[in-house]
């Protein structure tokens, strides 16, 4: 009897789709559940699903073994083909266990998690992933900060005198001899991010996706977080490490990016935003709960936060009558800055074949 692959993954709610693609143990709850989450973007699943294991050859069926800590990974890495990393390590003490292991996935491309040497020495394959839902989330986050620049909340149909008037504008015509006729609706405050400055508040991979766009904006771009990026990383990214405040007060774009734990909850309270530069707006793509909520509506209220852009919120669903949703400078999505899901299906398609590579 042909014996399956033995591959280990991290216990990450998003390796789970990977799991559950390559794990030979049928689970009907579990595939109707994805079959659910997916059903948006991908109505036939089951025939996605066919298409993808076929081009895995190798890796599925597999028998997977799902870890939560670096004990458990120690303890399931003896006879493992391939691991799966979200965040766990891989070092010696683990490469010392992993008698037959040949590839580590990283699901991402920071490595810092993985001693890249070691794993060579042994002749153990590393493979990054560029996940494609940061580079979509990172999109997400210009198109927050566009639409809060050009005021898209604000003017979106106002293309009659009728409408500017009651909007409380005065459109006129202007004299021609002697001007162009540009913004006759005599709309003040648009902004442009050529020339900005932008400073971002956690510099992982999400991070890195907005600082490599801000490069075509033609921004200038801080970063601040504990650690710093060695200097060819940060020629790369055209970016400059601020302590926090000074990256508050010299901004006039703040994008939060850090992640959702109790040392974050409040990070952006009234004192945080009183240091932002007047009128900057913060973009956050974090847990909602990293900006105190009273504080920004009251910034946003006293004109210090110059507009917010959310793509989660403090409850789901959120309430009706949130004062947050009164703001017309403010724009609040329902957590879709990674989506489509094909996101995560390609990636995990990726992964797939990747492991099936390195396996065979």
Known sequence: MLKHPVIVIENDQSLRLLQAFLDATPHSERTAALADYLAHDLPDFPGWLECARRRAQGAYPAEVRMVSTQDELIARLPGADAFVTEGLAVGSRELAVADRLKVVQKHGVILRNIDVPACAARGVKVVPLRRRGNMTAAEHIFSLMLGLARKLTKINGLITTERLTAAGYRPQFFDRRYSPNANWARIGGLRSLHGATL???????????????????????NYYQRSRLPEAEKRALGIEHRDFDALLGGSDWVCC???GEPATRGLFDGARLARMKPGACLVNVSRADVVDREAAVAALKSGRLGGLGQDAFYEEPGRADDPLLAFDNVIITPRVASQPRLNALDDTEEMMVNLARAIA
Not at 204 to 215: D, F, P
């Open 199 to 221: 400073g971002i508040v956690g510099l992982g991979e999400i991070g890195r996706e907005v600082a490599l766009r801000a490069i075509a904006f033609g921004m200038r771009t």
């Open 257 to 259: 990016m850090v992640p």
